[in-house]
Structure formats: C-alpha cells, structure tokens
C-alpha cells in the first residue's frame, strides 16, 4: 500500500497526530483514542507500520510501543518541500506571463483612446 493510500483514511490520520502529539503508546493506549474496536485499530496500525512504514513498533516485554517512522516522514516532508517549489515556479511563470499580458492590454486600450 502507497503512504498516500494509508493517509487516505481518516482513522489512520488521527492515529498519526496522536502519536505525533504523544511520542510513543501502547497499542492499548491508542485503542482508548477511537471508537472502533480495537480489531480495527490493530489493523490501522497494521497498515501505518507494515504497508506505509509511517509508524515502527517496538516490543518491550509484554508491550507493543508504536512510534511515528522518521526515516519516512523524512522523505515524505521531502516530497512536499519538493511538490511546493514545482508549484511556486508554476505560480511565478504564471505571474510574469499574466503582467505580460495586463502590460499589453494596457498599452492597447491607451493605443485606442
């Protein structure tokens, strides 16, 4: 499963700002947070860890400690930064062609007058 297609879902969102805003819980402490059964959440977690690698899992004893991954939160913030410039240089062509263009017309209507 794409990392996209894993943030898709809504639970698996609140999963991630939950442990983005708590650091490290129990899958017990995490099942608390939502009103699906803890078979559902499991999955959730699941998916966030084997399929999308956004969360790791570490057991401790009788435990299971989920965290958020880094390492992929690393290249996903590097996707965005990367996907935002593209667009700031689209924007800013854009801009200078759209001035382009208002300089034209400008110069036009006064032409006519």
Known sequence: ???????????????????????????????????????????????????????????RAQRHLYRLNPQTLSQFETWVQQTRQRWEERFEALDKVLEREK????KNELKSR
């Not at 300089?103 to 400008?106: A, G, I, S, Y």
């Open 1 to 59: 499963m794409d990392m996209f297609v894993a943030l898709s879902d809504p639970t698996r969102r609140a999963i991630l700002e939950l442990l983005a805003n708590c650091g490290e819980l129990t899958a017990t402490d995490i099942y608390g947070h939502f009103p699906v059964s803890p078979q559902a959440v499991s999955q959730h977690l699941k998916i966030l860890r084997r399929e999308a690698k956004l969360v790791v899992m570490e057991k």
């Open 103 to 106: 300089q034209k017309w400008v």
